[in-house]
């Protein structure tokens, strides 16, 4: 594993009204680049959701993914809570490791 560079990962679940506002965060927090998964399902504190609405993909849930180095992951994690805590959605940091740094920095 010496040949993979640290770094952290960091996953928010939100309605998809609020997927905006997480994305502008990413952006400003300097990650490259994300990956949004839009018509999640789950069942959570604010009970199930669908993954698919047929007229109103709104009330979706969308699952945002980022990968930045770690000194740039405070700032991410500040701003996404404070998303967070007006509204519903989760976030979820990990520690993962990259095999093409170049493509995070």
């Known amino acids: 594993m010496s040949t993979l560079t640290p770094m952290t990962k960091i996953e928010v679940i939100v309605p998809a ?20 998964v839009s018509g999640v399902s789950g069942i959570g504190h604010s009970g199930q959701h669908s993954g698919a609405l047929l007229f109103n993909e709104f009330d979706t849930l969308t699952m945002l993914i980022t990968v930045l180095p770690i000194e740039k992951a405070p700032a991410l994690i500040d701003a996404a809570r404070e998303v967070l805590g007006s509204g519903s959605g989760v976030m979820f ?13």
Request: hydrophobic share 40%; charged share 25%.
């Open 93 to 105: 940091v990990s520690d993962t490791a990259v095999s093409r740094p170049d493509y995070f920095e």
């Open 17 to 36: 009204r609020d997927a905006p506002a997480i994305r502008e965060l990413i952006t400003a927090a300097g990650a490259t680049g994300f990956t949004s």
